[in-house]
């Protein structure tokens, strides 16, 4: 049981480049979450899934699109990287929509040149 | 709109001391509240969580952290720390209305020998 996994661990683009994360959890979780994570502002939620075949914004989706594949995996793709979005990356998952814990990815450290 | 405040950013204690951090939440409906804490280099891991009932709730490593719902605070506490809680903590809130985790800011704890 790897519980969410991610990939890749780390990353480096340039910018206008274009690349997406993967997530994928294993736990048979219904809600995926897509958070980043910088500095002195905790974690902000980018954009989630409560159920397979629904996506909603979060906080700070400018920049992103996602995708909920299956129940298993959910992604983040950066289409036109910029700067700003130079980050730290966290998937994660919770069993229902509501009030459950998160379980969390390792993360993705992307670097924006 | 809803909000978590953790006020100390960063905490140096030396072993055995006693720590308190301070989390107090925005939001007056019912919420479900949590501690994560992330130990360098690694994911959010969960600390401890309260949904309902004794408004003391008791996690893992020696944490505790009190509800106080007249004064929307949800504190972590350790009566004696150990170099190996070098981490840094986030409180968490979830309405049942919002279905969002809302996160504080961080608040690094570094112990000292």
């Known amino acids: 049981n790897a519980g969410v996994t991610q990939t890749p661990k780390f990353q480096v683009l340039k910018t206008g480049q274009s690349m997406t994360l993967q997530c994928a959890q294993d736990m048979n979780h219904n809600s995926m979450y897509w958070y980043r994570q910088d500095p002195g502002m905790g974690l902000r939620l980018i954009y989630y899934s409560a159920s397979e075949g629904t996506t909603d914004k979060g906080e700070v989706p400018n920049g992103y699109n996602v995708s909920r594949l299956n129940k298993r995996e959910f992604s983040l793709r950066l289409e036109s990287a910029a700067p700003s979005q130079t980050s730290v990356y966290f998937c994660a998952s919770s069993p229902k929509r509501q009030a459950y814990e998160q379980y969390f990815g390792p993360g993705t450290r992307l670097t924006v040149t | 709109a809803q909000s978590v405040s953790q006020h100390n950013h960063h905490v140096i204690l030396s072993e055995a001391a006693s720590l308190e951090l301070g989390c107090n939440y925005s939001y007056g409906g019912t919420v479900n509240l949590f501690w994560y804490v992330q130990y360098p280099g690694q994911h959010l891991q969960l600390l401890l969580k309260?949904?309902?009932?004794?408004?003391l709730v008791k996690g893992i490593k020696g944490f505790e952290a009190e509800f106080i719902k007249s004064k929307f605070s949800f504190n972590l506490r350790k009566p004696s720390v150990q170099w190996s809680d070098t981490a840094e903590y986030f409180c968490?809130?979830?309405?049942?209305?919002?279905?969002?985790?809302?996160f504080g800011t961080g608040t690094r704890l570094q112990v000292f020998p």
């Open positions: 309260y949904f309902s009932g004794d408004p």
């Open positions: 968490a809130v979830i309405s049942y209305n919002t279905d969002k985790l809302i």
